[in-house]
């Protein structure tokens, strides 16, 4: 008896031990069909804030394959599936040996095929080898390959991926796309009835699934926010992750209105070959995308494949922004602001350059004379900008862009020099909202990093949120109105093609590019109202029920001061005009104005404007005084190396014109190749012929002298 015993044990734990070795074996052996099947693709199902659908991403050839963890499939679901498919799923190893030798038996006696026996893991094996020849052999291969499956996977991880692959027809794979496509329901919303009827598909979809039989139209899926999604695709393929499902931050509400803006925007401007438009709104506390509109996406014709977000476009001067934050965060040598929130800058005509020569001006050709530092952002003047530039530095400029995220001006960005104050640089949209954004953050960025100080990004505020120091350059336009604090810059490139406008509040920032991706050339003039009136809007849209405090706060340590408005000076019982402007508190070397002056034989008040504005004056015909000696002896036309060519059409009309400013005498002479050509009364203006040749010229006033070189060719 003992004996027996024995060797039944004996027997049983062979058995064992062969069943063992048969399942490490199979747990080892090569498989790569199998990995590449648990890796396969799955399409992503994207949701607004709101939890509105946007997109299922399309797969192959439009399969629609949804994946959905296992653990968030609902009971009913799995149990309607494993009674339909297999209901020994749990107590087999992969083949159902009674249903199989139940099919093989009845198969027999109908002496056809009339049942079959394969079980989920079997299905499985049949998924990763879809077109494989019903033969025998491969019978036997696909019972091998499901021993080796179960020796692998668990039976939640076999159901899950079996529930996320499973066909339906209908270019559908899985119970979750399924549930969509046939009743147009997310899974969990299914009922028990439409649970039954899902079950039963997969055996014959061509009898079972409602869609194939004609019982019921097939969910249309939506095609939402076309260019985002599509930049998050890269995005994750790039970092490798795999996303099935996600919620995102944009609103479909707000995406279809601003898309109504911009459409009916863009018909207005059709007869200037203004033909694309972008729009980019994100939320200035977390970053997060509101919007994102890169183009008409199916509209060929005006190639709406290219999302205008992304693509890289001068902006004109919806840079300046950046540029006057920085000047107000540059010291000279000693330590001393540059620039402060009151300091005039003279917009007259300056020559930079020699070879290239540079003559900026102002949209409209016209020259202003002294400009306060607000009034001179506020109204997007050009010249003081190029001059704040060449000040401050051109590589110190780019250094602080690559801090706000214009990356792309890595390249190029150097080439685009003192043009970079007019945003001659080629930037994206996206890059422009999120690097305006930082002005509405403190100065920080999304790193939490102090690109501006607090201060400085405060004052900014203040300046473009300044409607009355707007007039300058915009008149008093109702485009910017609104009933909220917010701020406004504008854009519009050197030949029109591209027109921007940035807004923000203290909760969003809004960026609208419109412009042209074909190339053909802009007719006519566009200005920048368009896209800010589309982005005003928006910010109408986003605030219509927000009761939150809107306010920008004011500055630390600044106070504001009643300055005169002419010199910028603290304002003096002379000065018709005066303005109130931030002044650092500790502050006290700021003087009264000295530019109004009473005459003490009229009694009337008489405006001395410092040397500077001697050119400005005489051109414009400006009453008023020069205080001569205001400034150092200085050459301010031509700039020493710059290059002019002879004309032999205009020879006897052509010269060289001389024009110096300061000194401390009277009177000046003027030596031309070394020898004296002429001597001058105030104001210092010359004629100088034009011969070919390098020619050298020195202006004498005093004790002082300033000496140039030129060349004629």
């Known amino acids: 008896m003992r004996d027996s015993i024995k060797r039944i044990l004996k027997i049983m734990c062979i058995f064992v031990g062969i069943i063992f070795l048969v399942h490490i074996i199979f747990r080892v052996l090569p498989f790569p069909e199998l990995k590449e099947f648990v890796n396969k693709e799955y399409s992503t199902a994207y949701y607004d804030c709101d939890g509105v659908l946007l997109q299922v991403t399309p797969l192959k050839e439009g399969l629609r394959r949804e994946y959905t963890p296992l653990k968030e499939i609902p009971r009913s679901v799995k ?4 009674k339909s498919e297999d209901k020994r799923f749990y107590f087999h190893c992969g083949i159902d040996f009674i249903s199989l030798t139940g099919a093989f038996f009845q198969n027999i006696k109908a002496g056809k095929t009339v049942r079959g026996a394969s079980t989920i893991t079997m299905q499985i094996v049949k998924m990763m080898n879809p077109d494989a020849p019903r033969t025998k052999r491969q019978k036997f291969k696909e019972i091998i390959d499901a021993l080796k499956i179960e020796a692998r996977l668990s039976k939640k991880q076999i159901l899950e991926l079996y529930l996320n692959a499973v066909p339906f027809g209908k270019n559908t794979e899985g119970v979750t796309s ?3 496509i046939i009743y147009g329901l997310e899974l969990n919303d299914l009922n028990q009835e439409q649970i039954e009827t899902l079950a039963k598909i997969p055996r014959r ?19 939402e926010f076309p260019h985002y999604i599509r930049y998050l695709e890269r995005q994750s393929k790039a970092e490798k992750k795999k996303v099935y499902k996600k919620t995102l931050s944009v609103s479909k509400d707000l995406q279809t209105y601003a898309e109504g803006l911009l459409r009916t925007s863009l018909e207005q401007t059709k007869q200037n070959r203004i033909s694309n438009g972008a729009v980019l709104v994100i939320e200035n506390k977390t970053g997060n995308v509101l919007a994102w509109i890169g183009n008409g996406f199916w509209d060929d014709e005006k190639t709406g494949q290219i999302d205008g977000v992304l693509v890289k476009n001068q902006p004109g001067s919806s840079m300046k922004p950046f540029l006057y934050a920085l000047a107000l965060e540059t010291t000279d040598e000693k330590g001393n602001p540059l620039y402060l929130p009151n300091t005039i800058l003279a917009d007259v005509p300056k020559e930079y350059g020699s070879e290239k020569l540079y003559v900026p001006s102002n949209f409209n050709n016209k020259f202003n004379g002294p400009i306060r530092f607000r009034v001179a952002l506020a109204s997007s003047l050009n010249v003081v900008a190029v001059d ?6 051109v590589d110190n400029y780019l250094k602080k862009l690559y801090e706000l995220g214009f990356d792309s001006l890595r390249n190029g960005g150097k080439e685009a020099d003192l043009g970079l104050a007019l945003g001659a640089g080629e930037v994206t949209l996206k890059e422009l909202v999120y690097a ?15 690109i501006y100080s607090k201060n400085t990004a405060r004052i900014i505020n203040s300046i473009l949120s300044d409607k009355s120091s707007r007039s300058l350059g915009f008149g008093y336009t109702q485009t910017y109105e609104t009933d909220y604090p917010s701020i406004f810059k504008t854009g519009t490139s050197n030949q029109y093609q591209n027109i921007t406008a940035l807004g923000a509040t203290k909760d969003y920032t809004v960026g609208v590019w419109m412009g042209n991706f074909e190339g053909s050339t802009v007719v006519g003039k566009t200005g920048s109202s368009l896209p800010a009136y589309i982005a005003k809007n928006i910010l109408d849209y986003l605030h219509k029920n927000n009761d939150s405090n809107l306010e920008f706060e004011e500055p630390h340590d600044w106070s504001k001061k009643k300055i005169c408005s002419l010199s910028g000076m603290l304002a003096g019982e002379n000065c018709p005009h005066s303005v109130y402007e931030y002044i650092r508190k500790e502050d006290d070397s700021i003087q009264t104005c000295d530019w109004h002056k009473k005459s003490s034989t009229t009694n009337k008040i008489d405006i001395v404007y410092p040397a500077e504005y001697q050119k400005w004056m005489r051109q414009n015909q400006i009453g008023g005084k020069i205080d001569n000696f205001s400034s150092d002896l200085e050459i301010i036309s031509p700039k020493n190396g710059t290059l002019f060519y002879f004309s032999y059409a205009n020879q006897k009309r052509q010269a060289i014109t001389v024009e110096a400013i300061g000194g401390y005498e009277n009177e000046a002479y003027i030596e031309y190749d070394g020898k004296i050509f002429a001597t001058s009364e105030r104001p210092f203006l ?9 020619h050298s010229c020195k202006v004498v006033c005093g004790a002082q002298e300033k000496y140039i070189e030129f060349e004629v060719r």
């Open 388 to 393: 704040i530039l060449n000040n401050i530095g």
């Open 436 to 450: 305006f954004s930082v002005f509405a953050r403190d100065g920080k960025d999304y790193d939490e990093n102090q």
């Open 178 to 180: 399924a549930a969509r």
């Open 686 to 694: 010359f004629f100088l012929p034009v011969e070919k040749g390098i």
């Open 79 to 82: 149990k309607a599936f494993i």
């Open 205 to 223: 979809p061509s009898s079972y699934n409602p869609l194939l039989t004609k019982k019921s139209e097939p969910f249309i899926y939506p095609f």
